[in-house]
Each structure stands twice: as structure tokens, then as C-alpha cells.
């Protein structure tokens, strides 16, 4: 089931998420969501970028300086565990697996 907007928002704002990928479960980020609506990412490659993000219904965007190509992208959240979610672009293709944790104990079989 797809979070909702006051979920989704709980999920994110103000906290640090670990995003992995959702086929191997390797750890590809850790992004800082502040409450300011910047956002900055650390990647397991050692780089690093800064964005900004918000909140648009029961989705949420991203748009950072250089990943992605610096375009704005919007995601959905479906709860996968305690803390947990799997984000799917607005076309329904899979995007990252994100934690609150830096691990994924409590994930449900996706």
C-alpha cells in the first residue's frame, strides 16, 4: 500500500534516510532531509551533492545540483517494514529501497 501524505512526510522531513538498491540491497546513499527542505547526499562512490526536496500530495521530489542530471524527479512510497519503504518514480519503476536505519532488519519480502 502506498503511503499517504502525512506519512510520506513523517518518512522524510527531518530525518537522515539510507537508500539502498532495491535488487541487491547494497547501500548506494545516506541523504539528509532537513526540515528546511534542503537535502544533502553522501554516496557510498565518496561524492557527495546537495538538493532541496518537498511535498506534493502523497509524493514527494527531489532535485539536487548534479545527480539525476539535476532535474526535479517525484516519488511515491510504499511501507515495507518498521521504517522502511520502497520509492517508485511517478511511471511506477522502482527507485531506491530507503531505511531510517543503516540496515534493513524488519523488511518485509518485497
Request: contains cysteine; proline residues 1%; aromatic residues 14%.
Amino acid at each position: 500500500m502506498m503511503m499517504n501524505a502525512d506519512d510520506v512526510r513523517l518518512f522524510l522531513e527531518g530525518r537522515t534516510i539510507y537508500c539502498f538498491q532495491p535488487e541487491t540491497r547494497a547501500l548506494v546513499a545516506v541523504i539528509d532531509y532537513q526540515s528546511d527542505g534542503r537535502c544533502a547526499a553522501r554516496f557510498s562512490s565518496g561524492e557527495e551533492d546537495t538538493g532541496v526536496y518537498g511535498f506534493d500530495g502523497e509524493s514527494y521530489w527531489t532535485r539536487y545540483q548534479t545527480f539525476r542530471n539535476g532535474q526535479t524527479h517525484a516519488f511515491h512510497l510504499r511501507k515495507l517494514g518498521a521504517g522502511i519503504a520502497q520509492a517508485y518514480f511517478t511511471d511506477g519503476t522502482k527507485a531506491f529501497l530507503q531505511s531510517q536505519s543503516a540496515d534493513l532488519t524488519g523488511l518485509a519480502d518485497t
